[in-house]
């Protein structure tokens, strides 16, 4: 047997209702069918198919998924949890307090999100086949727009003066721009991308050792 993890009760389509990446046979399932669409094509992809690749029967397939418009949905989330967890390790890896270090950073997480080396990374063929690409793009900014309000922005307050009101939107506004500008032009400058955040978010750039103290 290619698998070796017991079988679970059926909960992909729970877990994906959490924002969960499916995990055990689940996830390989979703995974192998990842693999196929993004190949193939979804609508030349079977759950035969799936099943074959994922080296399980079709009856185990649909002990799991109650069929190829299940797992089609674990698909997207996991695209929408790719991103989100782009952003965290951006988030843990990057220095607080240093705005410039962070934002080239951030800019670098942006690319490798959207683009690979032969262009369009292969899930905006996958979403744009299903007709889900402006509905993606919604919810991975709402998503990654909630993560910055709870990782990100309280940090920033600590060392800086915020100077936009609405944070949540601001952020939605800012993802928005740039991947609307990454569309139009793949290569425009990371300069050109972090002044835009900078100026939308009005961000202080100066590193903290500039800052005044607090007497």
């Known amino acids: ?38 190949a ?22 649909y002990y799991y998924f109650a069929g190829k418009n299940d797992v089609i949905a674990a698909v997207i989330d996991d695209y929408a949890a790719d991103i989100v967890e782009s952003v965290a390790v951006w988030n843990e890896t990057r220095a607080p307090g240093d705005m410039s270090a962070a934002l080239r950073d951030c800019m670098a997480t942006l690319r490798r999100t959207l683009y690979d080396a032969s262009g369009p990374r292969p899930m905006v063929a ?54 609307g500008l990454l569309k139009i032009d793949p290569h425009i400058s990371d300069e050109t991308l972090m002044k835009v955040v900078e100026q939308t978010l009005r961000l202080d750039m100066r590193p903290l050792s500039e800052k005044p103290s607090a007497e």
């Open 40 to 61: 193939r094509g979804v609508a030349a992809t079977t759950v035969k198919d799936i099943a074959a690749e994922a080296g399980i029967t079709r009856e185990l397939f």
């Open 1 to 38: 047997m290619r698998f070796e993890s017991a079988p679970l009760p059926r909960s992909a389509a729970g877990a994906c209702k959490k924002g969960l990446r499916l995990e055990g046979r689940a996830g390989d399932i979703m995974q192998a069918a990842r693999g196929l669409f993004e």
């Open 126 to 179: 996958v979403l744009e086949e299903l007709g889900q690409r402006d509905a993606f793009d919604v919810r991975a900014v709402r998503e990654t727009a909630e993560f910055l309000c709870r990782n990100v922005a309280d940090e920033y307050e600590r060392y800086h003066d915020v100077e936009v009101d609405l944070v949540f939107e601001m952020f939605c506004v800012m993802l928005f721009g740039l991947t």
